[in-house]
């Protein structure tokens, strides 16, 4: 349990006290209002309750926060409880029991700050997700670090969870990609073909065409144009397919899962999901075509699923989609990390999960929003190797894993971002990767050194750190798991991004105040309380890390 938790207990249970001793008046009341103060000379926590209660109780909010204050004194976590105007509760934790929990810290290793919460529940996150008709462009991996980095956080926290990749093979883009591909493999050959209007205009199907062709030579060319088409398409879907694998490894993003969208309708699951809607007088036919009268359960309007040639729509694959996972697959929550372009539909998914009768919490919708790349100032626009647009393997290439992941996550998934490839190469205080790498490399190097030394520091005495850098690095390490309960309840994985910097700075900060490893025989005792301490801080800072799928270094 993060100690945020803890000290909510403890408020709470001191208001429980007083309401039995008849100090204030029953009633219920579950939410301490526990925050973090920005000012630290008001402590660890801050409590508003009393001021929540004021109207409720009918009095005045110094009253009720002095009766549960007075509850919380003698505590061996707490070192002072005070109340401030107008009704505020300020909490400072014991000093010895901060340092302590280094021994908790040293203990617990690779599962500090892990957590229960999910309980083992089944969750799926399906992210990425890009048509199989092209290479994957930077916001595709924008939205691939975000989602791996939710799946990682939430095993931390105990979810049983499945990564997915949905591909949309089947439906109209198909039939634009194929025709695209064999009018591009025709016109290697020297035939006057014509890109189709709704086909696909990039470089990149000129190579493939190319690849195709010196792979398969003019094979393709003596079967009929649409058995022909079909073929070649076929085979530039699977290499494209096969692009994308090794482009999301780049990435160090991982799947459990490749979930094709031709197989709902191959394996009859559109059937079961039409029959589910159709029974519960959802879906309705004019115009001669077969509409989902989501309008009914608060979309804006309602939805073609089947086109009036017969050919169903995207919004009938997810329909068909969403019934596989919840009532196939059985997952006690879904997470769909989409593209900017989904922006509406999120209330056409709200309108599924209704019409399938299942709560409404058990889909997240997360749309990723859009990249800006810049150089310095200046915006990048244009890939070197595709010549048309920005693709992942660019950019991985160009500055790497570990800042690209970390500059994804640095930003809310709903806001827009810049991401300056300059700074992201920058070996500098600058740059945030280096930063906070730079901070694990430089406890890597101490301890390297007490182990040169030959220095046993298990036996360090803790109640020895008394510096405020000192105790400051300890509170900070202490948040770490609430940063993963708050990204677990709310899903927003920048929160890891932003406290890991925190923590750097932490280190840095002490660093810069206190020796660690002194050769002076007077400072032996406090060099293996230092040592402890920053082997506590190298775990967290390695869990962070960690989490972000990014590299922790010993060197740089």
């Known amino acids: 349990m993060a100690i945020k938790e803890e000290i909510s207990e403890i408020l709470m249970e001191s208001l429980a006290k007083a309401k039995r001793g008849n100090s204030l008046p029953s009633l219920e009341f579950e939410d301490a209002s526990m925050e973090r103060p920005q000012n630290t000379e008001h402590g660890d926590f801050a409590s508003s309750i009393a001021l ?56 617990k290793g690779s599962t500090f700050g892990s957590t229960d919460i999910g309980h083992g529940q089944k969750v799926q996150i399906e992210f990425v997700s890009a048509n199989p008709v092209g290479p994957l462009h930077v916001a595709h991996a924008r939205g691939g670090v975000i989602g791996s980095a939710i799946a990682n956080i939430l095993e931390a926290a105990n979810y049983n969870v499945s990564r997915e990749y949905y591909f949309n093979d089947a439906g109209a883009q198909i039939s634009h990609f194929n025709e695209t591909l064999w009018a591009r493999y025709q016109q290697l050959f020297q035939i006057v073909a014509d890109v189709p209007e709704d086909g696909y205009k990039g470089a990149y199907m000129v190579e493939m065409a190319q690849t195709i062709k010196d792979e398969y030579g003019d ?72 509409w989902f009268a989501s309008s009914k359960l608060g979309d804006e309007k309602d939805k073609v699923l089947i086109r009036s ?8 694959s997810d329909v068909a989609y969403h019934y596989n996972k919840f009532f196939e697959r059985n997952y006690d929550k879904v997470i769909n990390i989409w593209g900017a372009d989904h922006q509406g539909h999120a209330s056409f998914m709200k309108a599924i999960i209704k019409a399938f009768e299942l709560p409404e919490e058990n889909l997240s919708l997360i749309i990723n929003q859009l990249v800006t790349l810049k150089r310095g100032g200046e915006i990048v626009r244009i890939s070197k190797r595709t010549g048309d647009i920005v693709t992942l393997r660019d950019v991985v ?60 520091y298990s036996d360090g005495i803790l109640d020895l750190l008394t510096h405020e850098s000192e105790l400051s ?61 920053v082997e506590a801080a190298m775990i967290v800072l390695s869990r962070c890390l960690d989490l972000m799928s990014m590299d922790a270094p010993n060197e740089m």
Not at 76 to 84: F, H, I, K, R
Not at 86 to 104: K, M, Y
Not at 310 to 315: S, V
Not at 486 to 504: C, G, N, Q, V
């Open 52 to 107: 929540k209660l004021a109207r409720p109780m009918r009095m005045n909010p110094m009253e009720i926060a002095n009766h549960i204050a007075e509850g919380m004194q003698n505590n061996s976590l707490l070192d002072n409880v005070s109340v401030v105007a107008p009704g505020f509760i300020n909490i400072t934790l014991n000093e010895d029991w901060l340092r302590s929990q280094i021994n908790v810290i040293l203990e």
């Open 219 to 290: 094979v393709f060319l003596q079967s009929e144009e649409i058995e022909a088409s079909h073929k070649l398409g076929q085979v530039g879907l699977e290499k494209f397919m096969e692009s994308i694998k090794t482009d999301v490894g780049l990435l160090r993003i991982s799947f459990d899962s490749w979930f094709n969208e031709a197989s709902l309708y191959q394996q009859g699951q559109f059937e079961k999901a039409m029959s589910i809607l159709t029974e519960k007088g959802y879906v309705e036919k004019h115009d001669g075509a077969t």
């Open 309 to 316: 040639n017969g050919i169903p729509t995207y919004f009938a």
């Open 473 to 533: 690095l300890i509170r900070k390490m202490l948040i770490f798991p609430e940063i993963v309960e708050l990204i677990t309840r709310t899903l927003e994985p920048h929160h890891i991004a932003h406290y890991s910097i925190e923590l750097a700075t932490a280190f840095h900060w002490m660093y810069q105040n206190c020796r660690v490893v002194s050769s002076l025989p007077e400072d032996e005792a406090l060099t293996k309380s230092r040592l402890k301490l």
């Open 397 to 456: 290439e160009e500055v790497g894993p570990d800042a690209c992941r970390f500059f994804f996550l640095s930003r809310d998934a709903n806001s827009q971002m810049d991401f300056d490839l300059e700074l992201a190469v920058k070996e500098s205080q600058e740059n945030p990767v280096y930063y906070i790498q730079y901070a694990h490399a430089r406890i890597a190097s101490i301890l390297r050194l007490a182990e040169d030394r030959k220095i046993n």
